[in-house]
Nanobody, 113 residues
Framework: QVQLVESGGGLVQAGGSLRLSCVAS????????MNWYRQAAGKQRELVAA???????NYAASVKGRFTISRDNAKNTVYLQMNSLKPEDTAVYYC???????WGQGTQVTVSS
């Protein structure tokens, strides 16, 4: 049974930074694509960033240059470093194991103006 547990969300002022973490257990983490999604109130869930097992990355246009996704396979952990945060980044952020229906519980990120 795969489990994904996020942490690191919180309240931050615009221009600030946060780092989200997602610890995975129960699967073959090192070869899996891992994704970060977010869902703002009243909006659809959207893909923010992805990292392949080989370390290749992709970002949504809205976060490119501000967010960085990375992984530590020894710790079964994927990170999302978020810099220069904007109020429009406010959302619940979810970790997702690629090509599966496994999701974390979500962590709230709130950016105040």
């Amino acid at each position: 049974q795969v489990q994904l547990v996020e942490s690191g969300g919180g309240l931050v002022q615009a221009g600030g930074s946060l780092r989200l973490s997602c610890v995975a257990s129960g699967g073959i983490f090192s070869i899996a694509t891992m994704n970060w999604y977010r869902q703002a109130a009243g909006k659809q869930r959207e893909l923010v960033a992805a990292i392949s097992g080989g370390g290749g990355t992709n970002y949504a246009a809205s976060v490119k240059g501000r967010f960085t996704i990375s992984r530590d396979n020894a710790k079964n952990t994927v990170y999302l470093q978020m810099n220069s945060l904007k109020p429009e980044d406010t959302a619940v952020y979810y970790c997702h194991l690629g090509l599966t229906n496994y999701w974390g519980q979500g962590t709230q990120v709130t950016v105040s103006s």
